[in-house]
């Protein structure tokens, strides 16, 4: 059995109290009878730095390091990622606006279907030259009114500016 002893270390600045420390000694070993026993030799081979012991704390301090610069680099490239896609250019459809004079059978979808584009609900379509012309849903469309159209269909686009480069080259 091992029995316990209650050590006062006194090493200490001025104003601190004692504090006890419960010490567990080995009494029958060689080492703790001789004179070298006393508290003082047993807290300088308590303090004493171990050599391997110092390179585990820098070893696991140079791991935690990694650890957090690696967290610190991703949080920078995500949040760079995320900035630079907000910022980048959003496609948007071209939309070319022209002029057309309703003629006598002139109807909303009739112009949809002509000049918007296909990958687009119609009604969709119906409801955007509506809302360019500032017209309501009921009301009807008179002979010789002008109406100005959006031109979503990337063909009709094409075949517009075609016809105009014609008949201004034609115009010379």
């Known amino acids: 059995m091992v029995p316990l002893r209650i050590d006062v270390i ?4 001025a104003l601190a ?21 006393t508290s003082e030799a047993f807290l300088r081979r308590q303090t004493r730095t171990n050599p391997l012991r110092r390179l ?10 990694a650890v957090l610069l690696y967290f610190i680099i991703s949080f920078g490239v995500s949040v760079f990622h995320t900035v ?3 910022y980048s250019l959003v496609s948007t ?7 057309k004079t309703v003629k006598h059978g002139d109807t909303l979808s009739r112009f949809a279907s002509r000049y918007g584009d296909s990958n687009t609900y119609i009604l969709d379509r119906e409801e955007q030259i509506a809302r360019v012309n500032h017209l309501s849903g009921f009301a009807p469309l008179l002979p010789g009114q002008h ?20 008949t201004r080259v034609a115009s010379r």
């Open 147 to 166: 109406l100005l159209i959006p031109v979503t269909s990337p063909t009709v686009i094409a075949q517009i500016e075609q016809n105009y480069h014609h």
């Open 93 to 99: 459809p071209t939309i070319l606006m022209i002029s």
């Open 17 to 37: 109290p004692l504090r006890p420390r419960l010490v567990l000694k080995d009494f029958t070993s060689k080492d703790l009878t001789s004179k070298n026993s």
């Open 10 to 13: 006194d090493a200490r600045p």
């Open 56 to 65: 585990e704390n820098i070893s696991a301090l140079a791991a935690a390091a």
């Open 84 to 86: 630079q896609s907000s």
